[in-house]
């Protein structure tokens, strides 16, 4: 059940993306198109970084034999569509918040994996020679009101105090020196480790590699049922049905029926929009002193997220509507340009090229759910990234890969990652708590 158009989840569309047109093609015979009738050990349904991590590690490094489901090419979902930030935390919380929740102890494990996550992307775009169009040094966490600044210090120290993690802060005026400046500009935090990468380029990549190791992937091949034949998984798609003893759910945004329920009706998918612009010249951009391709989000609840691309587009994205409808699609659209235009004046005519949306999976937890069902210790999942999943889900679907291969426990598991994501009451009325969520964080935004 979603509440949002029908359209959103239509894997025969294109996204419209900048990347689609951008990407190398995938080499015939990875993506094996329309799964007909078979037999496997482990199903993933999902074909975006989580389920291409997990295949990957299935096949390489268990020998197990392993199929991907996914409703439209591979990478269709968010794993294609993204802003291309590479960064933690993939959590809603702030990390204040972290801590109070699950104590210090859990709250560094927690991090200290993602920290792991996003040294995994760049080691395996270099060990496998993929050229993800691997972009700056550190992620700016910008004020965008002098107010918000004194936030950011306190997450500086946070992040040194508990995390061990070295956090520059720069004044509005530094900020305006090394990086960039804008109406929205009043001092910044460089979060370490992060970058910028094209994101089906990685898609691909990993799709590629899957193969290689002998991962059976299927892209066309939506599972529209589920059902249980004494130990086996009967997973039926429009073109055949395929067994299995154990499934993993990698779906994220897009997980609704016939996904679980203690699944489907426990996440949030919130739209995320992105527009990008013509390349800028070098007067437009030192007109905003723009001298950093490193990516960059502002302190607001409902965030933008922006960065300068390697070919000078400049990509800025933020949440979108709930309907999902494509009237209220072109409303975002003519919202966002004409919030790019007011926050980077100087680049106000600059023309948009490309706009595009997809889901981002939240859930009330407000932090990513790893593990098996209780109820059926066959069915894996891992999802709910809350928009910062670049990093995140890779290397989820390999420890996923691990818990299903006998090299990790649940146990091994970090508490904020641990378990399914938490029961939203009355969960049919999810689309109106998104709605007055969204109403609250845009009044406290102004």
Same mark, same amino acid.
């Given at each position: 059940m979603s509440w949002y158009h029908e359209s959103m989840y239509d894997a025969g569309r294109a996204a419209g993306s900048l990347w689609e047109e951008t990407a190398p093609q995938l080499a015939p015979g990875i993506d094996l198109g329309p799964a007909g009738d078979g037999n496997c050990d482990v199903a993933i349904i999902g074909g975006g970084y989580t389920g291409l991590s997990a295949a990957l590690h299935l096949a390489r490094d268990f020998s197990i034999d392993v199929r991907l489901l996914e409703a439209g @090419?591979?990478?269709?979902?968010?794993?294609? !569509?993204?802003?291309?930030?590479?960064t933690l935390p993939p959590m809603a919380l702030s990390l204040g918040g972290l801590v109070?929740?699950?104590?210090?102890?859990?709250?560094?494990?927690f991090i200290d994996t993602?920290? /792991?996550? &996003? +040294?995994?992307?760049?080691?395996?775009?270099?060990?496998?020679? &993929?050229? &993800?169009?691997?972009?700056?040094?550190? $992620?700016?966490?910008?004020?965008?009101? @002098?107010?918000?600044?004194?936030e950011l210090e306190k997450e500086r120290d946070l992040l040194s105090r508990v995390f061990g993690i070295d956090a520059p802060l720069y004044r509005r005026e530094e900020v305006a020196e090394r990086f960039y400046d804008s109406r929205e500009q009043f001092g910044a935090l460089?979060?370490?480790?992060?970058?910028?990468?094209?994101?089906?380029?990685?898609a691909r990549g990993l799709a590629a590699v899957a193969a290689r190791a002998g991962a059976r992937l299927h892209g066309r091949s939506p599972v529209i049922r589920w059902e249980r034949e004494g130990q086996r998984h009967r997973l039926t798609t429009p073109s055949g049905t395929i067994t299995a003893s154990r499934v993993l759910v990698a779906t994220n945004g897009f997980t609704r029926e016939p996904m679980p329920d203690a699944l489907a009706s426990r996440i949030l998918p919130v739209m995320?929009?992105? =527009?990008?612009?013509? @390349?800028?010249?070098?007067? /437009?951009?030192? +007109?905003?002193?723009?001298?950093?391709?490193s990516p960059c989000a502002n302190t607001r609840n409902l965030l933008f997220y922006y960065r300068l691309l390697p070919d000078r587009r400049f990509l800025f994205g933020a949440r979108g509507d709930t309907t999902g409808t494509p009237?209220?699609?072109?409303?975002?659209?003519?919202?966002? /340009?004409?919030?790019? !235009? $007011?926050?980077?004046?100087?680049?106000?005519d600059a023309e948009i090229t490309h706009s595009w949306r997809g889901f981002v999976c939240m859930g009330l937890r407000r932090t990513p759910s790893i593990g098996a069902l209780t109820a059926d210790p066959s069915v894996f999942f891992a999802l709910g990234y809350h928009g910062n999943g670049v990093a995140a889900a890779p290397w989820?679907?390999?420890?996923?890969?691990?818990? =299903?291969?006998?090299?990790?426990?649940? @146990?091994d598991i970090p508490l904020p990652l641990r378990g399914k994501p938490a029961a939203i009451p009355f969960p049919s009325l999810r689309g109106w708590y998104l709605r007055a969520a969204l109403g609250y964080y845009w009044l406290m935004d102004r």
């Amino acid at each position: 059940m979603s509440w949002y158009h029908e359209s959103m989840y239509d894997a025969g569309r294109a996204a419209g993306s900048l990347w689609e047109e951008t990407a190398p093609q995938l080499a015939p015979g990875i993506d094996l198109g329309p799964a007909g009738d078979g037999n496997c050990d482990v199903a993933i349904i999902g074909g975006g970084y989580t389920g291409l991590s997990a295949a990957l590690h299935l096949a390489r490094d268990f020998s197990i034999d392993v199929r991907l489901l996914e409703a439209g @090419p591979l990478g269709w979902g968010a794993s294609g !569509r993204n802003g291309g930030f590479c960064t933690l935390p993939p959590m809603a919380l702030s990390l204040g918040g972290l801590v109070a929740r699950y104590g210090g102890e859990e709250a560094r494990r927690f991090i200290d994996t993602q920290r /792991e996550a &996003i +040294a995994f992307v760049r080691s395996f775009a270099e060990t496998e020679a &993929i050229d &993800i169009e691997l972009q700056g040094e550190g $992620e700016l966490h910008v004020a965008h009101a @002098p107010s918000r600044f004194v936030e950011l210090e306190k997450e500086r120290d946070l992040l040194s105090r508990v995390f061990g993690i070295d956090a520059p802060l720069y004044r509005r005026e530094e900020v305006a020196e090394r990086f960039y400046d804008s109406r929205e500009q009043f001092g910044a935090l460089l979060m370490p480790l992060s970058f910028g990468l094209h994101p089906l380029r990685f898609a691909r990549g990993l799709a590629a590699v899957a193969a290689r190791a002998g991962a059976r992937l299927h892209g066309r091949s939506p599972v529209i049922r589920w059902e249980r034949e004494g130990q086996r998984h009967r997973l039926t798609t429009p073109s055949g049905t395929i067994t299995a003893s154990r499934v993993l759910v990698a779906t994220n945004g897009f997980t609704r029926e016939p996904m679980p329920d203690a699944l489907a009706s426990r996440i949030l998918p919130v739209m995320s929009n992105i =527009i990008v612009t013509r @390349p800028l010249t070098e007067s /437009e951009l030192a +007109a905003q002193s723009w001298r950093t391709e490193s990516p960059c989000a502002n302190t607001r609840n409902l965030l933008f997220y922006y960065r300068l691309l390697p070919d000078r587009r400049f990509l800025f994205g933020a949440r979108g509507d709930t309907t999902g409808t494509p009237e209220d699609g072109l409303r975002m659209r003519r919202y966002m /340009e004409r919030r790019l !235009r $007011e926050v980077f004046p100087g680049w106000a005519d600059a023309e948009i090229t490309h706009s595009w949306r997809g889901f981002v999976c939240m859930g009330l937890r407000r932090t990513p759910s790893i593990g098996a069902l209780t109820a059926d210790p066959s069915v894996f999942f891992a999802l709910g990234y809350h928009g910062n999943g670049v990093a995140a889900a890779p290397w989820a679907g390999r420890l996923a890969a691990q818990l =299903i291969g006998g090299k990790a426990k649940i @146990p091994d598991i970090p508490l904020p990652l641990r378990g399914k994501p938490a029961a939203i009451p009355f969960p049919s009325l999810r689309g109106w708590y998104l709605r007055a969520a969204l109403g609250y964080y845009w009044l406290m935004d102004r």
